[in-house]
């Protein structure tokens, strides 16, 4: 019963910042032993992890993005929010918002987003 979904634009200029939001339902944000996490893939290329924030807060991020991520969360909302900063054409990718389970062993997302399409382009 658990659903996320991804909002935001679908075509960011270079240079400038990536915002999306993932609305949950069915679900508490704030809820111990999840994840919430952003992966992405890019036209023919696998998926990437970008990073994610657990219910207390605390954020994680891939060392090659981490310069330029930010993820953050509205509990009022139970929402979370991902933003990626001085974007370029090789960001372009679907974008999805995932839920992760803490002990999953190996590492596993549970639910997914729908995804959405974001075109770096000028």
């Known amino acids: 019963q658990v659903q996320l979904q991804e909002s935001g634009p679908g075509l960011v200029k270079p240079s400038q910042t990536l915002s999306l939001t993932c609305t949950v339902s069915?679900?508490?944000?704030?809820?111990?032993?999840?994840?919430w996490t952003w992966i992405r893939q890019p036209p023919g290329k696998g998926l990437e992890w970008i990073g994610n924030?657990?219910?207390?807060?605390?954020?994680y991020y891939s060392p090659s993005l981490k310069s330029r991520t930010s993820i953050s969360r509205d509990t009022s909302k139970n929402q979370f929010t991902l933003q990626l900063s001085s974007v370029a054409p090789e960001d372009t990718a679907v974008y999805y918002c995932?839920?992760?389970?803490?002990?999953?062993?190996?590492?596993?997302?549970?639910?997914w987003g729908q995804g959405t399409q974001v075109a770096v382009s000028s």
């Open positions: 924030i657990g219910a207390s807060g605390s954020t």
């Open positions: 995932t839920r992760v389970p803490v002990r999953g062993n190996p590492i596993y997302y549970d639910y």
């Open positions: 069915g679900g508490s944000i704030t809820t111990n032993y999840y994840y």
